[in-house]
């Protein structure tokens, strides 16, 4: 009488978690440091100062202050600084209205979807895309479907998406910078996505909601063109979370922006609060909620990850790997040496190279790294890719 | 194209929050000393010095090591300690493997129903019942079932259980100690119902699992029979807060212990895991988690709640209220002095005493008081209430 489709969901162990296992195995063996571990997308980078400041600031407040229970929408003043922030970088006019808080992005997303469909109803991604999306949709009922990559550019492939688009479609769900390619969408490519958007809305008769992920928007590297999504479309959800942006990932906090031309933004963030309510979920914890209102601008030191791109995207492709060069995050996809991903990655780990094949990501013959390790490991890893390249692949 | 199932919650608007709303209007015009304020359930006594002093050591960890992603099913620390815990002070014979930590007893009790139910499933629970059991089962697709009370004592109204029993149930969820009657279910009432329970598995060759609701735990009064209710049934999932223990509830984090007895205990706690997975919620904050480790056995001072339900049960009987004697909590549930509770408790409003009506809680004609309130108000609100009841009531 457990339900069966959970105990299925227990069943598929995830790839990146095996090859992190096969890595914990090695590492055992000879030591951490020598094990070349890409796997996992882990900040490598201290919260600021300011974090540890404002958490022993916040545990002397009195403590039915500070532990009380947030309302159903999230504490007021933080919301309000969230709106702010937004406004002040990248000249909207949010409300606190139109913010709600979550449980990270992961939350944010599962929020946003369950808002905006009811089950049988579609929501489209582009791959390359976060696996996760999949849990996330497909346990609300309705059902995540995947556009083929532009392998090109890993930015949007408009011509299998228009062939994709029909009338079930009712979100589609886009994540700038992109886990995994480390891609940042264009100016461009938003325009044309929000144009079609508009089209296919009046086609269909319906609303169409863009759901903009964007845990990733605080680590873009010099001189990328990276558009604040909201600004080219209506009905956009942002999605965010500050566990990048201040080495967070534990403390699951982050948040929904509705944008406020949509003319029923309020009565989403309402809606967000009935979801999270449901689940039993309530608001993130106050003492998260808090912290990050007093350190709203600002981010843990995340030039490391560019000076890691840096190295890597030159080395890679000197080897004689295929890359686009990343625009954000910590993430580099190269084409594998072989068409099986899985095999490539299985050989690298005979080398201690920790990669994860990029089939569950939606793109066959790549493979992920995600450099979010000290650069010294990063520079100690390069002879080694070019070793296991040569001896395994003659290149 | 909105989610028409959230939207109608949306409108359905909170009596207790009406309350509270035309408490606060009032408490502005007044002054909140001048409101008797019995309307919200929120701690009163603040948390204990060692929580403070754990937030101050936790704060100066390292930070990725404090602020890192938890592990899917909680940090195995945490696991222990809370296993260890309740096997010290209930005899069980938990390991890490059967805790699951959560945002409160509420995530507790959604993921619980969720695990063990499917849509057009049936949970049965009992009135009185904290009116949340709604959005957190009939969201899942499976459909709660409220038993009528016993009124002479709140325990378990057996005929009616027994009468409402069919092969549709699947779970059976109780709260002891109880909001809003404030009743501990006796050991005698348990092994009843564990009795029954074993019986109506056998009728119907499945699986009923006991969902028990425990986040007033520690808050039992002098002398009171407070069973550990796991001990007497094996497939029982015991639902824990740390709100009211620590006065945290801002903070959302509880756990859910599966009983060991049950053969498939370890396969639950991955299934919740699979749940959290699904609403993007993951694990509560690594941070909350190791805070209540360090704590796990202590208390806020919650001796004033015994002493203000000593004031009011012994002044409202006085003043000829009919009340059955609260075993803990900090909810008393009188008859109210006519059968229209709603209409009571707006009568009572006049007089500045913000009492919720019963229907919410499926029993008529009765009222919470949540006397988590400072003593010497109860003192005051007392020759209040007798003016009250004896000018509209002439009692």
Redesign the interface.
């Known amino acids: 009488?457990?339900?069966?489709?959970?105990?299925q969901?227990?069943k598929q162990k995830s790839v990146i978690r095996n090859i992190a296992e096969a890595g914990a195995k090695r590492a055992a063996e000879i030591g951490y440091d020598n094990v070349f571990d890409y796997s996992l997308g882990?900040?490598?980078v201290?919260?600021p100062e300011s974090?540890?400041n404002t958490?022993?600031k916040?545990?002397?407040m009195?403590?039915?202050a500070?532990?009380?229970?947030?309302p159903t929408l999230g504490i007021s003043s933080v919301r309000e600084a969230i709106a702010d922030s937004l406004n002040r970088r990248f000249g909207m006019e949010y409300a606190a209205a139109h913010i709600f808080p979550?449980?990270?992005?992961?939350?944010?997303?599962?929020?946003a979807v369950?808002?905006?469909?009811?089950p049988g109803d579609t929501v489209l991604t582009f791959a390359p895309f976060f696996p996760?999306y999949m849990?996330?949709i497909?346990?609300?009922g309705a059902e995540l479907k995947v556009v083929p990559a532009d392998t090109a550019s890993f930015q949007i492939n408009f011509e299998a998406f228009e062939e994709m688009c029909n009338e079930n479609v009712?979100a589609v769900l886009i994540n700038t910078p992109n886990n995994p390619s480390g891609i940042v969408y264009t100016t461009e490519t938003i325009k044309r996505l929000a144009e079609i958007l508009t089209e296919k809305e009046q086609a269909y008769g319906?609303?169409i909601?863009l759901i903009s992920d964007e845990p990733y928007r605080e680590i873009i590297f010099s001189d990328v063109d990276a558009p604040y999504v909201a600004k080219y479309y209506d009905k956009t959800m942002t999605c965010y979370s500050f566990s990048k942006s201040l080495?967070?990932?534990?403390?699951?906090?982050g948040y929904i922006a509705v944008n406020p031309a949509y003319e029923?933004a309020a009565?989403?963030v309402?809606?967000f609060?009935?979801?999270s309510?449901?689940?039993?979920?309530?608001?993130?914890?106050?003492?998260?909620q808090y912290l990050i209102a007093e350190c709203i601008d600002e981010t843990s030191d995340l030039s490391v990850y560019e000076e890691n791109k840096n190295i890597l995207y030159k080395e890679l492709t000197r080897i004689g790997f295929s890359v686009v060069e990343p625009g954000g995050t910590f993430y580099i996809f190269p084409k594998a040496l072989e068409s099986d991903a899985v095999a490539f990655c299985n050989k690298a780990l005979k080398y201690d190279l920790l990669l994860v094949p990029s089939d569950s990501f939606g793109v066959p013959g790549h493979f992920r790294m995600a450099y979010c390790v000290p650069t010294e490991k990063v520079l100690r890893s390069i002879p080694v890719i070019e070793r296991f390249a040569k001896e395994v692949y003659g290149i």
Do not use: W
């Not at 369950?114 to 009811?118: D, L, N, Q």
């Open positions: 009488m457990l339900s069966e489709q959970y105990i969901m227990t882990n900040p490598s201290p919260s974090v540890r958490l022993h916040l545990a002397d009195e403590p039915m500070l532990h009380g229970y947030s979550t449980s990270g992005a992961a939350g944010a997303v599962a929020h369950r808002a905006v469909t009811k996760e849990p996330y497909n346990t609300s009712m319906h609303d909601f080495s967070l990932p534990g403390e699951r906090i029923h009565l989403l309402d809606m609060g009935q979801i309510r449901g689940i039993g979920h309530n608001c993130p914890t106050s003492m998260m």
